[in-house]
């Protein structure tokens, strides 16, 4: 069975350090990765995905994830954080080898950045 | 702005009303979601639509109703709603029905079952 964990429901970081979002996944198969945002009264925003190749992936607004197959973990990281970065994370996996199956989400992690 | 619209963004509705949520893209894709969300937990899947088709249930009681009239538009229909109902409602949309493929998410529509 396909399983999604976020160790952390909150995360708490001063502007302009750098931040660090965990997640880590469980897939018989190899995974499809996927990291989500999502701001206060908005849906779901789509940063960035892993399929396959470079186990670094670059997304939206400076984010990036690192893949790493050996410790099943894809967490999302950002140089140095805004106050605008503030937000509920969600990261989600798919089994490669189950096409048509649904979208497996953490139970998502609040990110609070202060001035 | 999201490329996925969903209407209303507020719904107010009694337990013997009937309404209807309705979603919309027009970025050519060909699956389509609903997924019901409560105050900060994840996304639930309810339904997919593939090709217009209904491609999955996740088991989701017969008062909700989904409907996919073309490729571009989604309904809910919903009557005789509880009030553990209330939450969130989320249209998404990919490219294909393939895991690779992002969802796109629209805002959602904030239900409220009086």
């Known amino acids: 069975a396909q399983s999604v964990a976020q160790p952390e429901d909150q995360v708490n970081v001063a502007e302009g350090n750098p931040l660090t979002v965990k997640c880590t996944y469980s897939?018989?198969?190899?995974?499809?990765l996927f990291w989500y945002v999502q701001y206060p009264n908005r849906g779901l925003q789509f940063l960035l995905k892993y399929i396959t190749g470079d186990n670094l992936v670059k997304g939206s607004y400076g984010f990036e994830a690192e893949f790493n197959k050996s410790q099943t973990s894809f967490h999302l990281k950002k140089p140095s954080a805004l106050v605008s970065d503030s937000a509920l994370y969600f990261c989600?996996?798919?089994?490669?080898?189950?096409?048509?199956?649904?979208?497996?989400f953490g139970q998502g992690t609040e990110l609070s950045v202060k001035p | 702005d999201t490329e996925v619209t969903q209407t209303p963004k507020h719904l107010v509705m009694g337990m013997t009303n009937k309404k209807s949520l309705k979603c919309e893209q027009h970025m050519g894709h060909r699956a389509m979601y609903w997924y019901k969300q409560k105050a900060k937990k994840p996304p639930e899947l309810m339904f997919v639509y593939s090709y217009e088709k209904l491609s999955i249930n996740e088991s989701v009681p017969s008062r909700f109703s989904p409907e996919c009239p073309n490729s571009s538009l989604l309904n809910l229909h919903l009557h005789a709603l509880q009030p553990e109902d209330s939450a969130l409602y989320l249209c998404?949309?990919?490219?294909?029905?393939?895991?690779?493929?992002?969802?796109?998410f629209g805002d959602g529509t904030r239900l409220s079952i009086l």
């Open positions: 897939v018989s198969g190899n995974p499809y």
């Open positions: 998404a949309s990919s490219l294909g029905q393939a895991g690779n493929q992002p969802q796109h």
């Open positions: 989600a996996v798919r089994d490669a080898a189950n096409q048509g199956g649904k979208l497996i």
